[in-house]
């Protein structure tokens, strides 16, 4: 079954499935590694596998969030809209890095600009603001599914975007009404939300959009919502 629910994936995500992502326990304690295959199968969720990941919320200057849907490629939630980039770090030295989330923000960094094309020169660890972390479980299907603690990150930039279609099947830009539009069909089963993004929106976006000219960090850093 495991053979078969790989079929749809190209190289690039057969590659990215080799990865090692960073394991954890539910207070964010780094307690190892994992690939990130063994990480989104649902077997060893189940077990209570649990890893780091991160959610970019990027705005630009008209305070519009960009949206993207998953490509069809994807070993999770494939063809969902969802917010403007998520992934993981890697368990790497500098991907580890604890103070002020600088290894997350790296990791959102490198994402960033082999995700959605956003070259060097446009974007910098300094413009990526650490917000908040939240936990998150969900099945994708009977095979896959996602077990994390979050990073919700937030960026507000003009940026050019060069998205990597193996990773973004289509993105726009979205007002907070729109947003609230395509939350709604997707409630009618008219769109495909992944349900993280649909966390983070509900339960943050809509409260921080009115402030986002003002917008500073202001997490807690001894919880994770959702816990």
Same mark, same amino acid.
């Given at each position: 079954m495991f053979q078969a629910s790989k079929t749809h994936l190209d190289d690039l995500q057969k590659k990215r499935l080799e990865e090692k992502c960073i394991v954890i326990d539910k207070q964010d304690q780094v307690? =190892?590694?994992?690939?990130?295959?063994?990480?989104? $199968?649902?077997e060893n969720i189940e077990k =209570?596998?649990?890893h780091r990941a991160f959610s970019v919320v990027l705005f630009n200057r008209k305070n519009q969030l960009l949206v993207q849907q998953r490509a069809d490629a994807k070993y999770t939630f494939l063809g969902h809209f969802t917010d403007s980039c998520s992934s993981h770090p890697l368990y790497t030295p500098e991907e580890l890095e604890e103070k002020d989330a600088v290894g997350v923000r790296k990791a959102a960094l490198r994402c960033l600009q082999a995700e959605l094309g956003i070259s060097q020169e446009q974007i910098f660890i300094k413009d990526i603001i650490f917000m908040s972390r939240n936990y998150h479980k969900s099945p994708s299907d009977d095979i896959w599914g996602e077990h994390e603690v979050g990073y919700l990150l937030l960026v507000r930039k003009d940026l050019t975007l060069n998205p990597d279609p193996r990773e973004v099947k289509s993105y726009c830009y979205m007002s907070q009404e729109d $947003?609230?539009?395509?939350l709604e069909r997707g409630a009618r089963g008219e769109e495909k939300i992944t349900p993280w993004f649909r966390t983070i929106a509900e339960g943050f976006l809509f409260s921080w959009w009115p402030y986002l000219e003002d917008v500073s960090p202001f997490m807690e850093p001894d919880k994770i919502y959702g816990l």
């Open positions: 307690i =190892g590694a994992e690939t990130k295959k063994n990480c989104h $199968l649902m =209570g596998l649990l $947003l609230q539009d395509l």
